[in-house]
């Protein structure tokens, strides 16, 4: 009785339902069509047979725009368990995200490396706001010490400079000025604050016992390069400065800087071992180690006659050298600016590639 049963319902089932396509060959036989809720109109599908899948898929999936296949044919393999969807959406959504569903995991590398770079950025940052803390308390100590005066050679910070770097020294001599050594160009301030071209001027101070010390005087307007418009007679002067190595380059400047050309007394930059060629100093080896940047300079003469003369020098203030253009909250800053940026990147692409791996392809 069942299986009379399940043959009557067999028979009262509709037939499987026929479609033939108005542009296939005449004799082309008719094919059993799925017909789904979610058909597009001028889309049809035919169940594929197993030659069909194989040759189908070892072919390459192409996403071509929709105007280069108006009046084509466009085949695709479909799960019968899936919705179907229209080849011209799915090639307009391919293009519009610019990912395929094989690219994926090309799209994951490429946002893990980036954040990797973009994450070291912050780590770098990080280290230069620790590095540019513990100069700037380096510097505000050091500067807070009793200076130290210096009359003779052999100099305190002989081959220990950097025991004695950004310690106030006071030094007495006599500036040989017939050796004077400009460094620049470099911009520079006038009196009442406006931005002006000039150089650095860098002086030998003979001292006592005939050795020689570098002082960096400050910054000199270019309209009084000449010497004829500043004139200065050999005496005895009172130089209270700050002790610097100079200028030290880092790795880019290193290689990719312009060279100071000591044989020409050119100088780009303030290097105390070059500047020290030109100093014509007898303790050459402790000269070129450090130099001192002038905070005031005081004649003798002036000091006796009750004066103090107006010089052409804009000299540095101790202040100056705790002022950074990034201190260590603008490192900070920058850290968690990389750190949000590689976070960011790193979300949208796990994002996305989360999305492409649910298409349907």
Same mark, same amino acid.
């Given at each position: 009785?069942?299986?009379?049963?399940?043959?009557?319902?067999?028979?009262?089932?509709?037939p499987p339902l026929r479609l033939k396509d108005p542009k296939a060959v005449a004799d082309a036989a008719?094919?059993?069509?799925?017909?789904?809720?979610?058909?597009?109109?001028?889309?049809?599908?035919?169940?594929?047979?197993?030659?069909?899948?194989?040759?189908?898929?070892?072919?390459?999936?192409?996403?071509?725009?929709?105007?280069? *296949?108006? !009046?084509?044919?466009?085949?695709?393999?479909? %799960? /019968?368990? @899936?919705?179907? =969807?229209?080849? $011209?959406? +799915?090639?307009?959504?391919?293009?519009?995200?610019?990912?395929?569903?094989?690219?994926?995991?090309?799209?994951?590398?490429?946002?893990?490396?980036?954040?990797?770079?973009?994450?070291?950025?912050?780590?770098?940052?990080?280290?230069?706001?620790?590095?540019?803390?513990?100069?700037?308390?380096?510097?505000?100590?050091?500067?807070?010490?009793?200076?130290?005066?210096?009359?003779?050679?052999?100099?305190?910070?002989?081959?220990?400079?950097?025991?004695?770097e950004y310690r106030v020294v006071e030094v007495r001599g006599v500036f040989d000025h017939a050796r004077?050594?400009?460094?620049?160009?470099?911009?520079?301030?006038?009196?009442?604050?406006?931005? *002006?071209? !000039?150089?650095?001027?860098?002086?030998?101070? %003979? /001292?006592? @016992?005939?050795? =020689?010390?570098? $002082?960096? +005087?400050?910054?000199?307007?270019?309209?009084?390069?000449?010497?004829?418009?500043?004139?200065?007679?050999?005496?005895?002067?009172?130089?209270?400065?700050?002790?610097?190595?100079?200028?030290?380059?880092?790795?880019?400047?290193?290689?990719?800087?312009?060279?100071?050309?000591?044989?020409?007394?050119?100088?780009?930059?303030?290097?105390?071992?070059?500047?020290?060629?030109?100093?014509?100093?007898?303790?050459?080896?402790?000269?070129?180690?450090?130099?001192?940047?002038?905070?005031?300079?005081?004649?003798?003469?002036?000091?006796?006659?009750?004066?103090?003369?107006?010089?052409p020098y804009t000299m540095k203030h101790k202040e100056d050298y705790l002022l950074f253009w990034a201190?260590?909250?603008?490192?900070?800053?920058?850290?968690?600016?990389?750190?949000?940026?590689?976070?960011?990147?790193?979300?949208?692409?796990?994002?996305?590639?989360?999305?492409?791996?649910?298409?349907?392809?």
């Amino acid at each position: 009785l069942a299986e009379a049963a399940e043959e009557e319902r067999e028979a009262r089932a509709p037939p499987p339902l026929r479609l033939k396509d108005p542009k296939a060959v005449a004799d082309a036989a008719a094919k059993d069509v799925i017909v789904r809720s979610r058909t597009t109109t001028g889309q049809v599908l035919w169940p594929a047979t197993k030659e069909d899948i194989e040759i189908l898929g070892e072919s390459k999936l192409m996403y071509p725009a929709p105007f280069e *296949v108006e !009046g084509s044919v466009i085949i695709r393999l479909v %799960r /019968l368990s @899936d919705p179907v =969807t229209s080849p $011209v959406s +799915r090639v307009v959504r391919n293009r519009q995200f610019g990912i395929r569903g094989n690219e994926r995991w090309h799209l994951l590398a490429m946002g893990v490396v980036s954040m990797i770079i973009i994450y070291s950025l912050g780590a770098w940052q990080l280290k230069r706001m620790q590095w540019k803390k513990e100069l700037i308390e380096k510097r505000r100590e050091r500067l807070g010490m009793p200076r130290v005066e210096v009359r003779t050679s052999p100099f305190p910070w002989k081959d220990k400079v950097e025991d004695y770097e950004y310690r106030v020294v006071e030094v007495r001599g006599v500036f040989d000025h017939a050796r004077e050594m400009h460094i620049g160009p470099r911009p520079g301030a006038d009196e009442s604050g406006e931005t *002006v071209p !000039g150089v650095l001027v860098v002086t030998p101070l %003979r /001292l006592e @016992d005939g050795s =020689t010390v570098m $002082v960096n +005087r400050g910054h000199l307007p270019s309209t009084r390069l000449d010497p004829n418009t500043r004139p200065e007679l050999p005496t005895w002067v009172r130089v209270r400065g700050v002790l610097e190595q100079g200028e030290i380059p880092n790795l880019v400047g290193r290689y990719a800087r312009l060279k100071n050309r000591p044989d020409k007394n050119q100088y780009v930059y303030l290097i105390a071992p070059e500047l020290a060629e030109n100093a014509n100093a007898r303790n050459h080896e402790e000269c070129s180690q450090a130099l001192v940047t002038a905070i005031d300079t005081l004649f003798e003469d002036d000091f006796k006659a009750g004066y103090r003369r107006q010089l052409p020098y804009t000299m540095k203030h101790k202040e100056d050298y705790l002022l950074f253009w990034a201190d260590e909250h603008t490192h900070f800053n920058y850290a968690m600016q990389w750190f949000g940026m590689g976070t960011l990147i790193m979300t949208m692409t796990v994002y996305k590639f989360i999305e492409v791996s649910r298409w349907r392809f």
